[in-house]
């Protein structure tokens, strides 16, 4: 693997790309006890639409989250329960843009490494284990609607957008989530669950050549194609300035949207993200006046 050294931030990186197109990134911490693995996929709660095997489909608000839900089940029982009982703290989430599953661990960190790679990469449901998991879903997503801070998020998102899936909500609806079937989970884990459209990133006190002869043994030797996704056309101006909602609240909440043009990836996307942070920061932190006041 190519190692990278930061000499300004004293970090070493081991970077990689396996032949069937997943990245993979080793962060060393010699002096780490404990080892760290994320693996994500560019999946979330906005790719709605898509194009597969020619034919573009429309799925159900909410399935990327529900799909990060049932990955956990295995033909043998359940991975949470394996790596928790190999010592290690698991999880997961999913955002509009991405999926990632992780795990922290002190001992056994190649085993539970394997049981990542081997989950994530390998699906299984039954449309009786799909079925059941509506009801903890429907419950979440009803928790979730008396939340404040999650309202006004989705009132902001639901006001900078007119027709873009970043409005969507990540967890669906009780109604949507009714639509899905184990069919649509394995079509959406056989578009974007694939090497080239994941990462694997490592960090800890952890054999980076390992790592990758680990990723290169379990996960598929090649690739699926790209797939096209449809967002939906969206005009430059916001969908409403403002949008309030009265809750039952300690004290009024607020976000505050700033919609621009999209940026390049790479390190175009990563000085806007920065400049936006430090404005961020600037005008709404703990010491500015408006906070104070």
Known sequence: MKKELYQRIGETVYREVLPNGLPINVVYKPDFAK????????????DTRFQLNGTWMDTPAGIAHYLEHKMFDTEEGNALQDLAKNGAEPNAFTSNAMTGY?????EKFEENLKILLSFVSVPYFTDESVE?????????IRM????????VYAGMMGALYHNNTAKTHIAGSVESIRE???K?????????YTPENMVLTVVGNVDAERVKEIAASILPKESGPAI???????????????VSRRMEVSMPQFLLGFKCTPSAQGEDFLRRSLIGGMASDLLLGDSSPLYQR
């Open 35 to 46: 080892s760290y693995a994320f693996f994500a996929t560019r999946y979330g709660g906005m």
């Open 102 to 106: 992780y795990f922290d661990s002190t």
């Open 132 to 140: 059941k998991e509506q009801g903890i879903i429907s419950q979440e």
């Open 144 to 151: 979730i609607e008396d939340n404040p801070d999650w309202r």
């Open 180 to 182: 899905i079937t184990a």
């Open 184 to 192: 649509t989970l394995y079509d959406c884990h056989k578009a974007f």
């Open 228 to 242: 096209p996704r449809d967002h939906g056309e969206e005009p430059a101006g916001v969908a409403q300035r403002e």
